[in-house]
């Protein structure tokens, strides 16, 4: 391994990690927010599943395939504020507005009326994702050419958007606590105002005091209505091109493996300690439910994302990965034995092992995709930060959609039917089966795949140094 140390130049001020952090805040608090909040649908307003089912899947559809069109408008976008700042100002804005209407619901209006507007805003609101964290993302990964920097700078933005996780669990318990508010649909219209406007800032917070030189004068391709046509036949050409790319192939299915296989199982430990735990009292379980949830983000933010980052700099990031997957493999596993009725503390104990599976995950995979971007620059001559972000989080979203719907079939499959007190023997075992089994098999397929990638220190290092030369040698003639 070579000991390249980090130059004062690519240093980056600690006050940009943060800044680009705070971002990271906004990135995860509204998704956080929204799988909260959505509870209110069925269990307050009266929606039926299939209804919860749409809302759920087409607005995330549309997300996915609007993220490769932002991708490229943001690479080629000629301002003198630099091409990423003015959408994440934007996208900030359109969320604050856009949060706050679709939550505006009221039981008196009707199912058909609220479904309809809900469903409405939901589009304009994953247009405001799109329009911001496309750009906001390729920031990150423009911030340093260095191979450790840029480990430190996802560091600093996963320990503070993790953050989102510690709070957002506690809305429930304020949603559904008579003495802050007199149902959850109230509740819900508050929260939103306060959520819109608070993280809207910290997403607006990027755009304003990270650093951008002009691309006034660059070399991009033109974006007009005239050139349309052609835009998006690059854009296809782009996003086969950058798929094609092996390391960053493996990157993407290491993600879909790993982030999927626990977003499939995630709403079961609701279920698990309610029903294993608590005998099927949900006002016995209290903030149980809640605690697993804000104790494992805890765990990421104070425990995991230190020692990973350490970890990726003493051995390599492929290496940490490889052992921050095994170690959740051991939190999962002891998690089959550690749900004992009687006893909720003991989970607590696999927490901290369980939380380096999607706790390592962003961190390493945002840091090493940043690495095969220079690698794309030094194959093509292109800088496509927008476009690999775009695809890269495409995998990400589409793979979520695909998660909800795998949740329902395997309660289904199990024979677990939430609306009874008394679940039909073996149902809550079949969910703890799949809750510890489906992410194991997924990260240990994820782990498989990760086993060769080749953009190594060494590697990543003889890249920045060609592209270094090169843009010497383009300097000058």
Request: proline fraction near 4%; hydrophobic fraction near 50%.
């Amino acid at each position: 391994m070579s000991n390249q140390q980090t130059t004062v130049t690519n240093k980056v001020p600690f006050g940009q990690k943060v800044a680009f952090g705070v971002g990271m805040l906004a990135n995860q608090m509204f998704p956080a927010a929204l799988g909260i909040f959505m509870v209110v649908l069925v269990q307050d307003l009266g929606f039926p599943g299939w209804m919860w089912g749409i809302i759920y899947f087409f607005p995330r559809l549309f997300d996915s395939f609007t993220d490769p069109i932002m991708g490229y408008i943001s690479d080629n976008t000629k301002s003198r504020w630099g091409r990423r700042r003015p959408y994440v100002i934007l996208g900030g804005i359109i969320l604050c507005i856009s949060f706050i209407a679709m939550w505006q619901l009221y039981k008196d209006a009707g199912i058909d009326y609220n479904f309809t507007y809900f469903m409405i805003w939901s589009f304009i609101f994953y247009l405001g994702i799109t329009i911001f964290s496309v750009p906001y993302v390729a920031m990150g990964y423009e911030m340093s050419d260095d191979f450790h920097e840029r480990t430190d700078i996802m560091a600093v933005a996963q320990w503070i958007g993790q953050w989102a996780w510690v709070i957002a669990p506690w809305f429930w318990v304020i949603m559904y606590d008579p003495s802050w508010f007199e149902s959850a649909e109230v509740a819900t219209r508050t929260l939103a105002v306060w959520v819109g406007v608070i993280f809207a800032i910290c997403a607006i917070v990027p755009g304003i005091f990270i650093k951008s030189k002009s691309t006034l004068n660059e070399d991009y391709s033109p974006l007009n209505l005239k050139s349309i046509g052609n835009s998006l036949k690059e854009i296809g050409s782009g996003f086969v091109s950058a798929f094609k790319m092996k390391p960053f192939r493996k990157l993407c299915i290491a993600t879909f493996l790993v982030y999927n296989a626990f977003m499939t199982i995630a709403s079961f430990s609701f279920f698990i300690i309610v029903y294993r735990l608590f005998n099927g009292d949900a006002g016995a379980a209290g903030i149980w439910p809640t605690l697993f949830g804000c104790l494992g983000a805890l765990g990421t933010t104070f425990f995991v994302i230190p020692i990973v980052a350490k970890m990726s700099k003493a051995m390599g990031k492929k290496k940490a990965f490889l052992i921050s997957q095994a170690i959740s493999i051991l939190g999962y596993l002891m998690l089959w034995f550690l749900f004992i009725p009687g006893k909720p503390y003991m989970f607590i104990f696999a927490l901290p092992f369980f939380s380096f599976g999607i706790g390592s995950l962003f961190l390493l995979m945002m840091s090493m995709t940043a690495d095969v971007i220079d690698l794309d620059e030094l194959n093509t001559g292109l800088r496509r930060e927008g476009t690999f972000g775009a695809i890269y989080w495409l995998m990400v979203k589409f793979g979520f959609a695909i998660a909800g719907g795998l949740s329902g079939v395997i309660m289904s499959f199990v024979g677990f039917d939430s609306g009874e007190a008394v679940q039909p023997e073996g149902a809550v075992d079949g969910l703890r089966l799949a809750f510890s089994g489906i992410p194991i098999i997924g990260t240990l397929i994820a782990m498989f795949v990760m086993r060769n990638y080749s953009v190594t220190e060494e590697r990543a290092n003889e890249i920045r140094a060609e592209l270094d030369k090169r843009k010497s040698i383009s300097l000058k003639k």
